[in-house]
């Protein structure tokens, strides 16, 4: 058992890094930004908005 709550959540650290290396990024296709939010839809789906030009899509 490890000593402090570093040595138990360290290796969450690791696999968070690898896996924020390999996300799929976004981009607007309207103005080609990466600035995307998720949002929730109207119905309860995903959908997506540029922060820079204001496109929605889904």
Do not use: F, K
């Amino acid at each position: 058992m490890p000593a402090s709550i570093t040595g138990e959540v360290g290796h969450l650290l690791g696999e968070a890094a690898l896996i924020r290396g390999t996300a799929t990024r976004l981009s607007c296709p309207s103005c080609g930004s990466a600035h995307v939010a998720q949002v929730l839809g109207d119905n309860g789906g995903i959908s997506y908005v540029c922060t820079a030009c204001g496109h929605s899509w889904s």
